[in-house]
């Protein structure tokens, strides 16, 4: 960066020349010096007017200008900023597009423990694909013997296994001890407080997942040549309706401990009075993605299997 600033500056004084670069300083510095408390001559010829500007700390008989030293911080802000500015416009210019391709989609969605930035924007880049590139979707139901299978395989099961995991902790928080305020239970993300905002760092990942997988449901229709969505999407669809029933029932029971008027006397909550709106938000993104689904596969979910449960779920979507 230092380097890279040198140069800029050596390279205008080799093309303007070092008394123009300097004639162009001195005039951003004089329109900056109307707010400085000491005129820059002063502090570079000498001048006696700034000498009289000099400030005494109480109880000190040198003088102290505290004048001259905030002229030197604003002056050492602007070339720092100067340096800053020139360094962010050759980052953004040397940063080049980045392809993701099929097989960094798969492991990226994947990824949970070593960079967890990397599964949000793996199941961001799913979502993306399912919505606006027909030609890389369509590549995601092409029988691949290298990957064992078709990419829509280990995206169902992902999919499946990230939309389990986090009913199994809705259902998990739903019938936590009512009391566990202890420092111990805060620390150790026992707390029901913590333990609601740790489950809904994963909100978005389910969000982007179930908007993805209805998307290409629907696309299957037509780009499914191998008919490879009808082997999954059975799991897909009932890990969607059990995540539907858990969500709304954490909702509904408005734990006082998560939502608005979480004090020893909590206040009743009307609507959707709650402190966590991500979780109205995946609720309807989840319901939103299996209405979907079960517009565009209703006359092939006889031949599907459902629990009792997701069964009686499922024909409240059928119905409207």
Known sequence: GSALFSSLWSTLCVIFGPKAVIASLSTLVSIFGRFLPVRLEGLYYGDEAADDQQ?????????????TGYTLFVVGFLLIASWEVA???VWVVLTGRVRFEVDDLLVAIRDNTKHPYARHLGFLHLETISSHYPRIRKSLFTLDRKRGGSAWRHISETIVQTLNQMTSSLFDLHHMPPRSDSLYAY??????????EAVAQDSQVCIWACQAVASLAIAALKEDSY??????????LNAMLAL???????????????FVGAKRNPVILRGHQIARSQWIYLATSVDTAIHRIVNGYYEHLKAFEFPPEHLERLWHFTKH
Do not use: C
């Open 87 to 89: 360094r962010q416009v």
């Open 55 to 67: 400030l005494e700390m109480p109880g000190e008989g040198t003088g102290v200008s505290w004048a």
């Open 187 to 196: 620390l150790f993300n026992i707390h029901p407080v913590a333990r609601g």
């Open 227 to 236: 008919g490879e969505v009808n082997r999954t999407l059975a799991d897909v």
């Open 244 to 258: 539907s029933i858990a969500v709304r029932d954490y909702i509904q029971a408005k734990d006082p401990r998560v």
